[in-house]
């Protein structure tokens, strides 16, 4: 999916079987270089693979940052999974047809 500068977004966060909506403004995902990730490996529970991007953005109190894998990257959503069975989807407000015109 394919994030446009300040813009909002919905965002649907899902953790132990419990699902969260709200709207985030103007995210951001980057890769991490490999030695960003072997760092973060470090930090992490010891069966997890290294994480292999970082997503930014802020919602309606702060800028939140994660580090993660992208589980799905479509053009009407991108999830990404944070490990321990926590993650974040984003999908645009409008329809993606919506926003290209």
Not at 50 to 65: K, M
Not at 88 to 98: G, I, K, T, V
Request: charged share 35%; aromatic share 12%; hydrophobic share 30%.
């Amino acid at each position: 999916m394919k994030f446009l500068p300040h813009h909002y977004y919905k965002v649907i966060m899902k953790a132990g079987g419990v699902e969260r909506e709200g709207r985030c403004f103007n995210p951001y995902v980057r890769e991490l270089s490999p030695e960003e990730s072997s760092q973060y490996k470090s930090l992490l529970e010891k069966d997890t693979r290294e994480p292999t991007h970082e997503i930014a953005f802020h919602d309606t109190e702060h800028l939140r940052t994660y580090i993660g894998w992208i589980k799905e990257d479509s053009e009407e959503r991108l999830v990404f999974a944070l490990g321990e069975g926590k993650e974040y989807e984003f999908r645009p407000l409008a329809r993606p047809s919506d926003i290209n015109s």
